[in-house]
Nanobody
Framework: QVQLVESGGGLVQPGGSLKLSCAASGTILRINSMGWYRQAPGKQRELVANISSGGTTTYADSVKGRFTISRDSPKKMVNLQMNSLEPEDTAVYYC????????????????WGQGTLVTVSS
């Protein structure tokens, strides 16, 4: 089985910073892309940032310039550094991985973490 374990969520004041981390567990050979999504109350889940196996990044317009996604492919980890946080960033953040290769030539198309709550409030 492949699992994603998130950490780093919590309460932070507006203008503050927070770093989320996600580690993929299991016997994994390769992950094509990893990313972060978030879902605020009353809203649909949306892409925050994504990074490919080659290092290509994608960001939601609302977080460009404030958030930075990075990954450590050998460790099967992805991080999200969040700076200049705003109350509008309050949401449950979910780690996502796509096209996960495991032994015997099998690929998991998509795996989600359980989510970690980020609350931005004074």
């Amino acid at each position: 089985q492949v699992q994603l374990v998130e950490s780093g969520g919590g309460l932070v004041q507006p203008g503050g910073s927070l770093k989320l981390s996600c580690a993929a567990s299991g016997t994994i050979l390769r992950i094509n892309s990893m990313g972060w999504y978030r879902q605020a109350p009353g809203k649909q889940r949306e892409l925050v940032a994504n990074i490919s196996s080659g290092g290509t990044t994608t960001y939601a317009d609302s977080v460009k310039g404030r958030f930075t996604i990075s990954r450590d492919s050998p460790k099967k980890m992805v991080n999200l550094q969040m700076n200049s946080l705003e109350p509008e960033d309050t949401a449950v953040y979910y780690c996502n991985a796509k096209n996960i290769e495991v032994p015997l030539g099998y690929w998991f198309p998509e795996v989600w973490g359980q989510g970690t709550l980020v609350t931005v409030s004074s």
